[in-house]
């Protein structure tokens, strides 16, 4: 008896040792599959990283380009295209304009009235709607019929108002997301689609004239008096309310810039025809590119499945369309070299399925267990997945967002040093320490992006003061607007009737 009890100890405790031996062997793949994690995240991190040299060294290298793009056309990256838009909207513009503005992913439908002061600006209806994918590779009779038809519901809606009773024909303002050659106010060729759109045939073909031709075709009284990129109406809004703005910039499902610039300083436009001695130049600005930027193989992968690779590489770092999709490359590898998200699920390797919005609720969720990140990576085909690796999502949302917001406040910082409102003195010297010299600047800022993303807000401000230094920061006013550029664009509509009525006195 006593010899069967010490052999089934000694079997118990081969047992146990065998079993302890599992537990640490697997303890230990866990740990190391957690190192290798956890060097993924600083090979990430190090390669994300825009220290304050670096940014400078790209506001020296945007400025360098606006004024190459201003010397000849197809000498910059640049495209610093003329947007024909010389007298900004002062507060005295009178009438009922409308507006209808085709964004990345939306598009809205505005009717404005205004009383010929400031404070009588009235915005009497407006409509928000996104943009079915259907239409993103449709022709452009689809695609402006669409258009024309939401306009025609929209002015439907009106009934008897005091226009319709009037024998006026309604002025709209085509406020237009996308690269166009502009030849006047009210004209303009696409260059190129962006943000997801593939309309081949439109290539070449005169914007306004587009909407204009589907308008008729619906026997809709309506004028396209005005062609306007989303970035010039922004800067109209907000010129409109503070006379101080002297670029605008939107954030939104892609990036773009615009500022006011001298005219003598347009060189590849001889003798431009302005009467206030400026002009609004559009920069298209996604399409900046430097040596400097930091580029990673995620941002490699990324423009290469693009339907325009190799193009608007500052734009695919910074622009609402991308930056979820860069996330979730970043998760989709670190899942293809460690098991710590679980087995890869077919959803989280489809492009572009986790969206700007679901990176800033994760990167922003304060719940003590990440309610919202376990949410959304369940949503992705990443279930239960502990509070440790949750972490890892929030601070690779942290990583994407903080570069993208850098690298947004470098080109603002450049268009800043091209006008001489960084604070430096002139070109190659040193910083002016004097107050005097530094003007107040207002930047007008618009998009989902900027207004929704608490996080990447919050980085863009610390970024420009980082590069600007805080005396010249306090006097930089970022001034965030909401439906800027749809109104904006009625009320340039209005400052242009305005000038052509005072011209024909």
């Given amino acids: 008896m006593g010899r069967v009890l010490v052999m089934l100890t000694a079997a118990a405790a081969v047992v146990a040792c065998s079993v302890?031996?599992?537990?640490?062997?697997?303890?230990?793949?866990?740990?190391?599959?957690?190192?290798?994690?956890?060097?993924?995240?600083?090979?990430?991190e190090e390669s994300f990283e825009t220290p304050l040299g670096r940014l400078r060294q790209m506001v020296d290298a945007i400025a360098v380009e606006m004024q190459a793009g201003l010397v000849s056309e197809g000498g910059s990256k640049l495209k610093m295209l003329l947007t024909f838009v010389d007298d900004l909207p002062n507060g005295s513009e009178r009438g009922t304009y409308y507006a209808l503005h085709l964004g990345g992913s939306y598009f809205r439908i505005i009717r404005v009235h205004l009383g010929g002061q400031r404070s009588s600006l009235e915005v009497q209806d407006i409509e928000r709607h996104s943009i079915p994918t259907s239409l993103l590779n449709s022709t452009s009779e689809v695609l402006f019929d669409f258009l024309a038809s939401s306009l025609q519901r929209f002015i439907e809606k009106e009934g008897h108002e005091s226009i319709s009773s009037q024998d006026v024909k309604r002025e709209l303002a085509f406020t237009f997301s996308f690269p166009v050659k502009q030849t006047s106010l009210s004209s303009g060729v696409l260059i190129k689609w962006t943000k997801g759109f593939a309309i081949s045939e439109m290539a070449g073909e005169d914007i306004a004239e587009c909407l204009q031709g589907a308008v008729d075709r619906r026997g809709l009284d309506i004028h396209v008096a005005a062609l306007?990129?989303?970035?010039?109406?922004?800067?109209?809004?907000?010129?409109?309310?503070?006379?101080?703005?002297?670029?605008?910039?939107?954030?939104?499902?892609?990036?773009?810039?615009?500022?006011?610039?001298?005219?003598?300083?347009?060189?590849?436009?001889?003798?431009?025809?302005?009467?206030?001695g400026s002009m609004v130049v559009n920069m298209e600005w996604g399409n900046?590119?430097?040596?400097?930027?930091?580029?990673?193989?995620?941002?490699?992968?990324?423009?290469?499945?693009?339907?325009?690779?190799?193009?608007?590489?500052?734009?695919?770092?910074?622009?609402?369309?991308?930056?979820?999709?860069?996330?979730?490359?970043?998760?989709?590898?670190?899942?293809?070299?460690?098991?710590?998200?679980?087995?890869?699920?077919?959803?989280?390797?489809?492009?572009?399925?986790?969206?700007?919005?679901?990176?800033?609720?994760?990167?922003?969720?304060?719940?003590?267990?990440?309610?919202?990140?376990?949410?959304?990576?369940?949503?992705?085909?990443?279930?239960?997945?502990?509070?440790?690796?949750?972490?890892?999502?929030?601070?690779?949302?942290?990583?994407?967002?903080?570069?993208?917001?850098?690298?947004?406040?470098?080109?603002?910082?450049?268009?800043?040093?091209?006008?001489?409102?960084?604070?430096?003195?002139?070109?190659?010297?040193?910083?002016?320490?004097?107050?005097?010299?530094?003007?107040?600047?207002?930047?007008?800022?618009?998009?989902?992006?900027?207004?929704?993303?608490?996080?990447?807000?919050?980085?863009?401000?610390?970024?420009?003061?980082?590069?600007?230094?805080?005396?010249?920061?306090?006097?930089?006013?970022?001034?965030?607007?909401?439906?800027?550029?749809?109104?904006?664009?009625?009320?340039?509509?209005?400052?242009?009737?305005?000038?052509?009525?005072?011209?024909?006195?």
């Avoid at 866990?30 to 990430?44: A, G, N, S």
């Avoid at 306007?228 to 892609?254: C, E, Q, R």
């Avoid at 690298?407 to 002139?426: Q, T």
Wanted: net charge positive.
């Fill in 20 to 44: 302890a031996t599992v537990m640490v062997r697997r303890r230990v793949r866990r740990r190391r599959k957690w190192r290798k994690v956890v060097r993924l995240l600083k090979d990430l």
């Fill in 228 to 276: 306007v990129n989303d970035t010039v109406g922004a800067l109209s809004y907000g010129h409109y309310h503070d006379p101080d703005t002297i670029a605008a910039v939107v954030f939104g499902t892609g990036s773009n810039a615009c500022y006011l610039e001298r005219t003598d300083a347009i060189i590849k436009c001889q003798n431009p025809r302005t009467t206030s």
């Fill in 288 to 505: 900046f590119w430097s040596s400097r930027l930091p580029r990673t193989s995620y941002d490699i992968e990324l423009d290469a499945e693009s339907l325009n690779s190799n193009d608007m590489g500052f734009e695919k770092m910074i622009g609402g369309m991308y930056l979820g999709d860069i996330v979730r490359r970043v998760i989709l590898r670190m899942s293809q070299e460690s098991d710590i998200f679980g087995p890869i699920s077919s959803i989280l390797s489809t492009p572009f399925v986790l969206r700007t919005n679901s990176v800033s609720a994760m990167h922003e969720d304060d719940t003590p267990e990440l309610h919202e990140v376990a949410t959304i990576l369940k949503h992705l085909g990443v279930p239960k997945v502990p509070l440790k690796v949750r972490k890892l999502v929030v601070k690779i949302c942290d990583v994407v967002t903080r570069r993208a917001a850098r690298l947004a406040a470098a080109g603002i910082s450049g268009i800043l040093k091209k006008l001489g409102r960084d604070g430096s003195v002139g070109e190659g010297r040193r910083r002016s320490s004097d107050k005097q010299m530094m003007r107040r600047t207002v930047v007008a800022v618009e998009g989902g992006l900027y207004s929704n993303y608490r996080m990447f807000r919050e980085y863009l401000d610390e970024a420009l003061s980082d590069i600007l230094g805080e005396d010249v920061a306090r006097q930089v006013v970022i001034k965030a607007m909401e439906d800027g550029s749809s109104i904006g664009s009625a009320l340039l509509l209005a400052s242009s009737h305005s000038v052509r009525t005072i011209s024909n006195i």
